[in-house]
């Protein structure tokens, strides 16, 4: 299992949302005891945040595997399934970030504005720390509610064919294809003019 670090060093950063995922990904492992090889465990994201990136690498759900599916719902909702029965987990993170003074809110506005100042950019540093401490040390029902069951699965990842856009010449998977005016072409050129 990876640590905390090995995973902002996948990510570039250590920062709250992908202390969230590591802390989900956490309670996924706990549960399945299994990390994906290939498609035994699958993640369907409801969001496109760094909580993702600590999911690929903890869990080894990924695009280029095919058991990483994208919903653009704006959600911190992770919802893990195990081939081949279907059992499932869903996690909605739930966390309530600390409440700040006036005086905290005051200087958090002066950095949305622009301002880098020393004393600005200490605060912030200090903020986010506090608050990747306060996550990675939490309770768990602190920080998401969890809910299981049994899902349909989606269907496993399909490898499709390859075809040369007769625009840009570029390689195109077949699904992607369009046709226009007898011309095989891709999803961009489609669209141009």
């Keep these: 299992m990876k640590t905390y670090d090995e995973v902002v060093e996948f990510h570039g950063h250590s920062c709250p949302g992908l202390a969230l995922g590591y802390r989900v990904s956490l309670r996924v492992l706990k549960e399945f ?15 496109d945040s760094c909580a993702v990136d600590a999911i690929q690498g903890m869990t080894g759900c990924t695009f280029g595997k095919g058991n990483l599916i994208f919903r653009d719902y704006g959600k911190q909702v992770y ?22 003074t006036e005086a905290e809110k005051a200087v958090w506005e ?13 605060f912030v540093h200090d903020r986010k720390a506090s608050r990747i401490r306060h996550i990675l040390e939490a309770d768990e029902r602190e920080l998401m509610a969890v809910r299981k069951g049994t899902e349909k699965l989606p269907p496993e990842a399909e490898i499709y064919r390859s075809v040369v856009c007769e625009s840009c010449g ?19 050129c489609f669209g141009n003019k």
């Excluded at 005891?33 to 969001?47: H, P, Q, T």
């Excluded at 893990?80 to 409440?99: E, H, M, N, Q, T």
């Design 170 to 188: 570029e390689k195109v998977a077949e699904p992607g294809v369009r046709i226009k005016d007898g011309r095989l072409l891709c999803i961009p």
């Design 110 to 122: 002066k950095y949305t504005k622009g301002d880098r100042s020393k004393k600005v950019l200490q």
């Design 79 to 100: 919802t893990f399934l195990r081939r081949p029965s279907g059992k499932s987990i869903r996690i909605s993170v739930d966390w309530k970030r600390p409440a700040e």
């Design 33 to 47: 005891r299994v990390r994906a090889e290939d498609e035994e465990l699958v993640a369907i994201v409801e969001n």
